[in-house]
């Protein structure tokens, strides 16, 4: 073990408490996936001490104490002392455990993601992570792994990308991996700006944005658009538009909790559709559209497109239309007490 603090993982009931039962049932879930895999877990004998006055579950592996859980004040506190490939492999059944059970996981005041293959890697030993060397102002804040799977008591993943800060604080960044793991293997880093695309203002704006695929992880993909504002969840190029293109945007709220909810023109109280104008790119359709047509935003945090339709223009030439969420970081001030018909999209 190292010097590295414990990880505490605490599960919340949005808008609620979690109670006895359903916290039971929680441990219990995660003894069964313990137990599911090859190795020694899966011959051992696991036995689960709780009760409905008891603030704690104690659980034991063949006799011995594995781990103590609590629940307190209708939350779950989950410490992790493993700092080590173990430990990592223990947050993400924790995490998979609320993402089943519809719960959030905060890490002090920060919620992380829903995805369960977001892991948080601030509390695991630093030689585990990628970006060692002294050089390096970047510092891993979230590994993105899947099929995380425990092996004869080994846990073994495959990892997609990794996330980092610069010197542990600040704006998010996508890690350019191929260049990580050149600058690993020379023991040696150079500043180049296709390194790192920066993804979010800070970890907290990076798991909402995440939960609403609005996070790349292509890296190439964005350090070609030069930005990572728009995630293209299409083949479209977005890039080069250099034909007529309508756009047909769903203007959602990133403050609010339902994002299933959109905003509709304030005066004829209709979807509003428009076109990317002529040297216009989509970016700045987009701010025009929010800031001149809908009169709610002079920007927008980060827009997905959905989806590719197609009608005749004027002309009654075939035209392409996009369909995009965009999101908004709260009315204006001014625009605040204004009345907006909010619809929900169900």
């Known amino acids: 073990m190292s010097d590295t603090k ?6 919340k009931q949005p808008d609620d408490e979690i109670r006895y039962d359903h916290a039971k049932q929680i441990v219990e879930w995660l003894i069964a996936m313990l137990r599911d895999h090859s190795g020694d877990y899966s011959k051992a004998e696991w036995k689960l001490s709780a009760s409905p006055e008891s603030s704690h579950f104690s659980i034991q592996k063949d006799g011995a104490l594995f781990w103590v ?12 002392q493993d700092d080590g490939i173990f430990g990592l492999y223990l947050q ?5 455990a609320a993402l089943h059970s519809y719960l959030d996981v905060y890490v002090g005041t920060l919620r992380l993601s829903h995805d369960p293959g977001i892991l948080l890697a601030t509390h695991f030993r630093p030689g585990l992570m990628p970006l060692q060397g002294k050089d390096i102002p970047f510092e891993v804040i979230f590994l993105d792994l899947e099929d995380f799977e425990l092996r004869a008591d080994t846990p073994t993943f495959r990892m997609r990308g ?3 800060q610069k010197h542990g604080k600040g704006p998010v960044y996508l890690i350019n991996t191929s260049l990580a793991v050149y600058f690993q293997t020379k023991k040696r880093y150079e500043e180049t700006r296709e390194f790192a695309i920066q993804v979010a203002e800070d970890p907290e704006q990076f798991a909402r944005k995440y939960d609403l695929e609005l996070i ?3 890296f190439y993909t964005y350090f070609f658009l030069g930005s990572s504002k728009i995630i293209n969840g299409t083949t479209f190029d977005i890039k080069h538009i250099s034909r007529k293109v309508f756009v047909k945007p769903f203007v959602r709220d990133f403050t609010r909790p339902k994002s299933n909810e959109i905003i509709l023109n304030n005066e004829s109280h209709m979807q509003l559709m428009d076109k990317v104008r002529k040297d216009e790119s989509l970016d700045a359709c987009l701010k025009r559209v929010l800031k001149d ?4 935003a002079d920007d927008y945090v980060a827009a997905r497109i959905e989806r590719v339709e197609y009608d005749r223009d004027k002309e009654d030439k075939l035209t ?3 369909v995009v969420d965009v999101y908004i970081n709260g009315l204006r001030k001014h625009q605040q007490e204004r009345k ?5 999209l169900k």
């Open 6 to 11: 414990p990880l505490v993982l605490t599960l």
């Open 69 to 80: 859980l609590k629940l307190v004040d209708g939350k779950m506190d989950f410490e992790i």
């Open 92 to 96: 993400y059944l924790i995490r998979k």
């Open 162 to 164: 990794f996330f980092a």
């Open 216 to 218: 790349p992880t292509d």
């Open 293 to 296: 047509e809908l009169q709610v």
């Open 320 to 322: 392409p239309r996009l």
């Open 340 to 344: 907006y018909d909010w619809v929900s």
